[in-house]
């Protein structure tokens, strides 16, 4: 169902499953709606509620992530063992990855902002780069999800939870950065002390923003590897955290419904918001 962001109330209705969602997400360009459950992947016009494809191939035992390329055009489907690159609007498959070899479960797939590139992570393991318009590995990264891509695709940012059960809080977590087109680690983000659940590129690509259930999120200087700045909550683990569209600004959240605005460059509270502020 998708529903009107400040009241909550219905727009348009996409049908119903027997199964459990596993995950839902719209297209860059919000035009193409993917509804995930165990077995299957639909898409469906999110403008006029039409379903346009419904991908289902019988060599997944279930369907482990998917991810929407840039452009809107195409949707990678990820199964134990191999990738299909699907063209959206019609369900074919335009390419398939062969990952048979490596038969581990895929955490998530991340598109370059060009869409050239794939990243997989693998849940307990590492990452791959998956160049495919040659449809070949590029690099491997020791290092898995949260990860992103820096706006020019020249960078990578990854987490260091890949030894690590999803629920782990006891080991120190350190983010990396790499470069993407030779493999080489250039920074290691050391301030987190339990679990990263976001690495995320700034829009003009020279700095990163980490998130951990250590209650705290941090600002990186891509050029050096240094902290720019900390924000840290005392009673809540923060629920999501993104920079402003200008890169000036943090915002938080907490389960509390509480969001706060930071000052990116210092950390500083600028303040906070409760509950419905609409």
């Given at each position: 169902?998708?529903?009107?962001t400040?009241?909550?109330?219905?727009?348009l209705?996409?049908?119903?499953?027997?199964?459990?969602i596993?995950?839902?997400?719209?297209?860059?360009?919000?035009?193409f709606?993917g509804?995930?459950?165990e077995?299957?992947?639909?898409?469906?016009?999110?403008?006029?509620?039409t379903?346009?494809?419904?991908?289902?191939?019988?060599?997944?035992?279930?369907?482990?992530a998917?991810?929407?390329?840039?452009?809107?055009?195409k949707?990678?489907?990820?199964?134990?063992?191999k990738?299909?690159?699907?063209?959206?609007?019609?369900?074919?498959?335009?390419?398939?990855?062969?990952?048979?070899?490596?038969?581990?479960?895929?955490?998530?797939?991340?598109?370059s902002?060009?869409?050239?590139?794939?990243?997989?992570s693998?849940?307990?393991?590492?990452?791959?780069?998956?160049d495919?318009?040659?449809?070949?590995?590029?690099?491997?990264?020791?290092?898995n999800?949260?990860?992103?891509?820096?706006?020019?695709?020249?960078y990578?940012?990854?987490?260091?939870?890949?030894?690590?059960?999803?629920?782990?809080?006891?080991q120190?977590?350190?983010?990396?950065?790499?470069?993407?087109?030779?493999?080489?680690?250039?920074?290691?983000?050391?301030?987190?002390?339990k679990?990263?659940?976001?690495?995320?590129f700034n829009?003009?690509?020279?700095?990163?923003l980490t998130?951990?259930?250590d209650?705290?999120?941090?600002?990186?200087?891509?050029?050096?590897?240094?902290?720019?700045?900390?924000?840290?909550?005392e009673?809540?683990?923060?629920?999501?955290?993104?920079?402003?569209p200008?890169?000036?600004?943090?915002?938080?959240?907490?389960?509390?419904?509480?969001?706060?605005?930071?000052?990116?460059?210092?950390?500083?509270?600028?303040?906070?918001?409760?509950?419905?502020?609409?």
């Open positions: 169902e998708k529903a009107e400040r009241t909550g109330s219905s727009l209705k996409m049908g119903k499953t027997e199964l459990d596993m995950d839902v997400q719209f297209s860059q360009d919000g035009r709606l509804v995930m459950t077995d299957s992947l639909k898409i469906w016009d999110s403008f006029n509620g379903l346009l494809a419904r991908i289902r191939d019988t060599a997944y035992e279930y369907i482990d998917s991810a929407f390329s840039h452009d809107g055009n949707i990678a489907v990820a199964g134990l063992g990738i299909n690159i699907y063209e959206v609007s019609l369900g074919n498959i335009l390419e398939i990855i062969d990952l048979d070899t490596i038969r581990l479960s895929i955490d998530n797939l991340v598109f902002n060009d869409d050239k590139k794939l990243l997989i693998f849940y307990g393991a590492g990452s791959l780069l998956w495919l318009p040659e449809n070949k590995l590029s690099q491997r990264f020791p290092g999800s949260p990860a992103s891509f820096s706006p020019d695709g020249n990578i940012a990854l987490s260091a939870n890949y030894h690590l059960g999803y629920y782990s809080r006891e120190d977590q350190v983010p990396k950065i790499f470069d993407a087109g030779t493999g080489k680690l250039l920074h290691r983000l050391e301030g987190h002390s679990y990263i659940s976001m690495a995320q829009k003009t690509g020279n700095g990163v998130d951990s259930w209650r705290s999120a941090m600002c990186w200087d891509i050029q050096n590897g240094r902290l720019v700045s900390k924000m840290k909550s009673l809540l683990d923060f629920e999501s955290v993104k920079y402003s200008d890169d000036k600004y943090i915002l938080t959240t907490a389960v509390n419904e509480t969001a706060v605005l930071w000052d990116a460059a210092s950390g500083e509270f600028l303040f906070s918001m409760k509950g419905d502020t609409t």
